[in-house]
């Protein structure tokens, strides 16, 4: 990816756009019927005949979350004029694997919230939330293995790998201020980006497309996840909790090495590289260092910089989609892409 | 398997035969070759570009283990005279599957010794653990995909389920002294027995023996891992930590309720209880606490019955294997049956 030229007239577009207020609701609006199928394969796969298990996945179905990834298949099936069934158990797949993901994640990172509501391990303790996020996991499976393809399963088992490998790469990149950006790339490639990307693909798979329209699924949501990704490490320095149920400086705090703090590092001098290296790598904070953070972060431009990077994704996903005619579909994904870069505002 | 009569003349064949020292030499012998392309096919797949997984990877398979499980499936192909290659990989993911639940099980259980071995948890901490976790996981389902069987996958994708189901069923009955019997035996099943009975019957899907033989290899596998569990717990009360590499009353100081403990529970009086509600559902536990759990085990016979119990399951896996006429296979399976219940001496 990193040696595509950008077109001009893409990231231009975009600003435009980004000024008009793109949402996820024309995608919404288009999979509200699958999406309600969705969530009624979810809830009949969380239940177990152990209790725990039943009520900690009511709890992760309540905290909700917008079901961006599973929406990306059920859109791209759409797109690709799929009018079968499978695209429903499928998204839902897609989200077990991420919310198993998710509770895995929390319980790595010791988080308290997620989206404004406690998280299941400062609940319940990390325990449940290891072996329910083995069993959603395990769902996962089990209900490709139903769908019976053996294609499908190869990409889910494939994106799955691909996941861990990312988080553990994310654990050696953590309170690493050297972190290059190139590493710090193929962190948010594989622990975020694929899993859109087989979202995405498995829309195209379903509906039996060509393989150059299977790729440009593929790619679309590779880019878009990246692009999500970037923009999420910049809220992290720049939105307010109350909006984003995410408390504001969590990365900070956790010596989480990100796109915003790699930049600051690479562009600062000696003193402000000190800085870095004893709040991130020894995480030692006082009173005062998150401010001098945000300053650092703001004379370097490394937020916006970072969100100027999630552009250049974003605009590769847009063309990424070039190859589908014009659709309803494809304006509601290409609004997901702008609304991606969008929310930073 | 509750109401199933054991037969008087299994029982006692079996007490002879653990006299004479039963092993897992024979059927070690009998599948040396196909264990060790089964070793190299868990090398090749720990790699990864990761190096903290590949490192993690590398002290697991160091700390090595018995490889019970994947010798089963070697073992059962064995038996049912297979002579292609398709379980050397099968085999490969069940211990895949096993390795990954005892990396999430030693975060579970803050385990700091396994195998005589210093836990992964212990040396990288929790978070490389439930990842890495989490990749062998995916990498199991990645070779079963590439074996390309749905029926293979599917019972890969039951069998993961039913052990995190079992996991989750264990987190809740520990601490609780009022746990039955039965309850106990649904926990043995799910989490030790289900990965036991999935191997075995692997042998025979592979070599695509009739539904009867394919049950009776499953019916084998999963009373022998219970047989295998109930021993397992009564180790925990009465083996010395040289030999087994397992800190004798683990199980007592985590408060974890195993077969001897719902036993003595049951069987004493209410002082009796009430030590055991203190030391175990509140964890208060004093110097000498421990002696005098050993005291009230064997007052009541707990330990002894615990062995007593395993019999009933060791005598039903080795009629399960009733159907297959005599053979090496069929000795050194009944042999591993032996040395199960037999360890315990």
Redesign the interface.
């Known amino acids: 990816m990193s040696d595509t030229v950008v077109p001009l007239e893409g990231r231009a577009a975009a600003r435009r756009k980004a000024a008009s207020g793109a949402s996820l609701d024309p995608l919404h609006g288009l999979v509200a019927d699958d999406l309600r199928a969705v969530n009624g394969v979810i809830l009949d796969n969380m239940q ?6 039943s009520e900690l996945a009511a709890h992760i179905v309540a905290a909700g979350g917008k079901r961006l990834r599973p929406m990306m298949t059920l859109g791209s099936a759409r797109l690709c004029g799929y009018t079968g069934k499978r695209h429903i158990d499928l998204a839902a797949c897609v989200e077990f694997i991420h919310t198993a ?1 998710l509770l ?1 994640d929390d ?2 990172d010791d988080s308290a919230l997620r989206r404004g509501t406690a998280t299941a391990n400062a609940l319940w303790g ?3 939330s ?3 996020g ?2 959603l ?3 996962a ?2 209900i490709s ?1 139903a769908d ?1 393809s ?1 294609r499908v ?2 990409i ?3 994106t ?2 691909t ?3 990312g ?3 994310q ?2 990149t953590s309170n690493d201020t050297e972190t290059s950006e190139a590493a710090y790339m193929k962190v948010v490639t594989a622990k975020t980006a694929a899993l859109f990307a087989a979202a995405c693909q498995l829309g195209a798979v379903v509906a039996e497309r060509s393989a150059a329209e299977e790729e440009a699924l593929r790619s679309f949501g590779l880019n878009l996840g990246i692009a999500y990704q970037l923009v999420d490490d910049a809220l992290d320095y720049g939105a307010r909790e109350a909006v984003l149920g995410k408390t504001v400086g969590d990365d900070f705090r956790d010596g989480k090495i990100t796109l915003p703090v790699v930049l600051a590092f690479r562009r600062g001098d000696d003193e402000e590289r000190a800085f870095w290296r004893r709040t991130m790598e020894e995480e030692q904070q006082d009173d005062g260092d998150f401010a001098h953070a945000m300053a650092l972060l703001t004379r370097h431009d490394a937020i916006a910089d970072s969100v100027e990077r999630a552009r250049h994704y974003s605009a590769m996903a847009r063309d990424a989609l070039g190859l589908f005619p014009a659709s309803e579909a494809k304006d509601a994904l290409l609004d997901v892409v702008d609304f991606c870069t969008e929310r930073v505002h």
């Open positions: 177990s005949s152990v209790m725990l298990i993901t895995h319980v790595v990390n325990k449940p290891v072996l329910v083995d069993f996991f395990s769902r499976f089990q293995v019976g053996l399963l190869g889910l088992a494939d799955a790998a996941l861990a490998e988080e553990v790469m654990l050696t």
